[in-house]
């Protein structure tokens, strides 16, 4: 059963006690550095080739999707990476920050639409990336999977049924396992916060109280997890059972700050996902009033006038 964690255990063995500035030293994991280059180029290209070609791309969504990239950097591209194999808190600010921190973020740069842009259609009759982006946008699958009944579920057994079942020590034994956790975090944020507040085309838009109340439907689950973890009277988790004595920590109090870390957090995106969706909110009933306003003095009261013709016709109709 050691094979996979041995030379991660020798990794671990040295590792000198936490500190803030040795967790943000740089070091990490390939695949995640690969990612967010990735993230930035390609976002960087459509934002350009919208720009070459006149049309305008705001600057606070390019702002948030960088945001986004460098908040998954940060916690999968630093010793962060390594101590979080190791502690449960620094893990649990790892888990934090990719599934509620970064999918925000990054639903806020709008990227689906970016893409919708900047991909050239295919000629006729063919099919191209962007002719395979909408229709996947409109396939059952992507109303499934961001349907609050199955977002919801999805991100509370994420915490739940991964921490207090034996799959959490299965993935965290080896390197693939441990990046397939990190990838299926950032997922389920990204299916649970897209129909909530992304800006991006979606299968499932409901309405804004609608979106609030399932934000707010799965916020107690995760604050329960925290403090469920807190109050344990023994470590849940074997992959923290030991930590290596060079940190210095104990595996109870580290569990401990772990749940205080995860509680703290459940209220995070609250507050982020409620500021943003008040903002869509007021700007789309903005939008709305400006359009009612336009078309009235566009057709100069037409409406009235059709609407005295319909009256007088009902009269006539009537004598």
């Known amino acids: 059963m050691h094979h996979g964690g041995h030379g991660m255990d020798g990794m671990n063995m040295d590792l000198p006690p936490f500190t803030l500035g040795r967790g943000l030293e740089f070091g990490g994991d390939p695949f995640f550095l690969v990612g967010c280059l990735l993230g930035l180029l390609l976002y960087g290209w459509a934002v350009l080739r919208l720009r070459r070609r006149g049309d305008a791309w705001p600057v606070s969504r390019v702002v ?143 309405g804004y109280v609608m979106r609030m109340l399932e934000l707010f439907a799965g916020m107690p689950f995760h604050a329960f997890f925290g403090i469920a973890l807190m109050m344990a009277s023994e470590p849940m988790v074997d992959t923290f059972l030991h930590p290596p004595a060079s940190l210095g920590i104990e595996a109870l109090s580290d569990q401990t700050a772990a749940g205080g870390i995860a509680w703290a957090f459940s209220e995070i995106p609250s507050v982020v996902v409620l500021i943003a969706l008040v903002f869509q909110w007021y700007k789309s009933e903005k939008r709305q009033s400006q359009r009612t306003d336009r078309a009235a003095d566009r057709d100069g009261d037409k409406d009235l006038a059709e609407y005295n013709a319909y009256l007088a016709s009902l009269n006539a109709r009537g004598q």
């Open 64 to 206: 948030a999707w960088a945001l986004g990239v460098v908040s998954v950097a940060l916690v999968m591209c630093t010793k962060l990476n390594d101590y979080g194999m190791a502690m449960f808190s620094v893990h649990m600010v790892q888990h934090m920050v990719i599934s509620m921190l970064s999918p925000i973020l990054l639903l806020l740069g709008a990227p689906v639409t970016l893409a919708l842009r900047a991909l050239p259609a295919a000629g006729r009759g063919r099919k191209g990336p962007r002719e395979l982006l909408v229709a996947l946008l409109h396939s059952r699958y992507m109303r499934i999977i961001t349907h609050p009944a199955f977002t919801i579920p999805l991100f509370i057994a994420s915490l739940y049924a991964l921490y207090f079942s034996p799959l959490f020590d299965f993935l965290m034994e080896s390197r693939a396992g441990h990046i397939g956790m990190m990838v299926h975090f950032l997922a389920v944020g990204l299916v649970f916060f897209w129909p909530i507040m992304g800006i991006d085309p979606g299968p499932h838009r409901p």
